[in-house]
């Protein structure tokens, strides 16, 4: 099972992440969520690997994806492209999966430079969830999503998690609910 | 009037001159300086002072006529544009290399820095000293290529996307993923205009030089001639050609480099269109 125990993660002087603890169960969904700057995004950038911790114990996964709180696709590449180059999947394969979510037919042609900010998040999901592994790591998701559309990636979410190890930070406690997470952490803010 | 009715006066908004426009243009500057020059040149004249514009014309003739003409540019085009093509290996692979390695690029920032500081006669004279004139523009034009290429492919590397270079990491993307996706589209735009530069410079410190070195057959000893005989009309006739070749080889090679990130759909990078 992933976990942290006693993580201390400061950034210059300031600790972004103070003696926290925390299990998350495999398989399952574990919903992160707290105020803006209490560390959410710190904690999944140390599980994924990008960010050392001053101190504690990390016990991460072995191949995570992640949906990172920005797009992060490669701007000369076309949605399918930088799927396909990321996942490992086919383009085909990839343009399924975009259809699946709402994608204009017609937008598949465009370079992800020319997407509009929903489209390049629901291509940053599609992306997260078409590679394979062992966990998925989602960083407000589905921020800037209209209802409609949030009901049809939700919908290929829940259907492409496929038994993963989930962490959910959002905000939003229907993204927890709607995901059936079976864990919510709560994070403070150290003051 | 107010503010808004100014801007919305046709009138009054600055015309924007369209391709043929400026081409005219551009031509009229150029045939008013040439007048200019014309006109100077009866005024001194000497043809040994100041030639005027058409017997330059007419030398050039001569000169493309000659049955050595071609032997003559492609003597220094070739040893030239060796030395530039060496340089544009080696200042893509150090700078590759250093970007990777901060010891490699401590070693080489002194090599850099001393390149660019010293004047080029004091690297010919040397070069002159160490091996023969017949190779010494190669050695020229590459030592005054490298460090443009060089620092250009680092800083390009440099200014590779932290945020893709993270996602690169946990997507697992192998290192030819890494270079074509991400560092070849942060590198091309450091990378073109280093080739516009370099491609001038390596032109003018080649033929200097060939001046200095004079090797047999080459633009340089040319000239080296044209000023012993004090043959005006015939260098600058040369140096006319000299700029012909330099401006044609680079627009030809700036048209293959678009053509290469057309190539691989990243023509918009030169355009500065990023996410």
């Avoid at chain 2, 031509?27 to 017997?55: D, R």
């Avoid at chain 2, 516009?196 to 003018?204: D, M, Q, R, Y």
């Avoid at chain 2, 005989?229 to 006739?237: D, H, I, K, R």
Wanted: with cysteine; charged share 20%; net charge positive.
């Amino acid at each position: 099972m992933a976990s942290v125990h006693n993580l201390i993660v400061k950034r210059g002087e300031a600790e972004i992440l103070k003696n926290f603890s925390a299990e998350f169960p495999e398989h399952q969904v574990t919903a992160v969520s707290g105020r803006s700057g209490c560390g959410k995004t710190t904690l999944l950038s140390v599980l994924l690997n990008l960010l050392p911790a001053d101190s504690g114990e990390i016990h991460g996964f072995q191949k995570p994806s992640a949906v990172f709180q920005e797009d992060r696709l490669l701007p000369y590449l076309t949605a399918a492209k930088n799927i396909s180059v990321a996942a490992g999947c086919t383009e085909t394969a990839a343009e399924k999966a975009l259809l699946q979510v709402g994608f204009d037919p017609e937008d598949l042609k465009k370079n992800a430079v020319q997407l509009s900010g929903g489209m390049a998040r629901r291509v940053s999901i599609v992306r997260a969830m078409l590679t394979s592994g062992d966990a998925v790591l989602l960083d407000e998701p589905f921020k800037g999503l209209d209802d409609l559309t949030r009901e049809k990636v939700m919908q290929f979410v829940k259907e492409n998690l496929k038994n993963r190890t989930t962490i959910l930070v959002t905000h939003d406690p229907r993204d927890a609910k709607d995901l059936a997470a079976a864990k919510i952490i709560e994070m403070e803010t150290e003051k | 009037m107010t503010l808004s009715t100014i801007r919305n006066n046709p009138a009054k908004q600055k015309k924007v001159k369209t391709k043929k426009q400026k081409a005219i243009a551009a031509t009229c500057a150029v045939a008013f300086w040439l007048l200019v020059w014309h006109v100077v040149s009866l005024c001194v004249g000497s043809e040994l002072v100041l030639v005027s514009p058409v017997k330059v014309v007419q030398t050039l003739f001569t000169v493309i006529f000659d049955p050595d003409f071609l032997k003559t540019v492609w003597y220094s085009a070739a040893r030239i544009l060796g030395g530039f093509f060496t340089a544009l290996t080696l200042g893509t692979v150090l700078g590759w290399v250093a970007s990777r390695f901060w010891v490699v690029e401590t070693l080489l920032r002194p090599i850099t820095a001393a390149i660019k500081a010293t004047p080029v006669a004091s690297f010919i004279i040397l070069v002159l000293l160490w091996f023969s004139g017949k190779n010494l523009s190669v050695i020229i034009s590459m030592l005054m290529v490298f460090p443009v290429i060089y620092m250009n492919v680092l800083e390009g590397i440099r200014s590779a996307d932290e945020e893709l270079l993270e996602m690169a990491q946990v997507f697992r993307l192998s290192v030819s993923k890494k270079l074509l996706y991400i560092y070849l589209p942060a590198v091309a735009p450091f990378f073109v205009s280093a080739c516009s530069v370099s491609l001038g410079l390596c032109w003018k410190s080649g033929i200097a030089a060939e001046v200095i070195g004079t090797p047999d057959g080459s633009i340089g000893a040319v000239f080296y001639q044209a000023k012993i005989f004090l043959q005006t009309s015939e260098l600058l006739a040369w140096t006319v050609v000299v700029v012909a070749v330099s401006v044609a080889f680079e627009k030809l090679f700036m048209l293959l480099l678009r053509l290469v990130l057309k190539k691989l759909k990243m023509e918009d990078v030169l355009n500065g269109k990023r996410a």
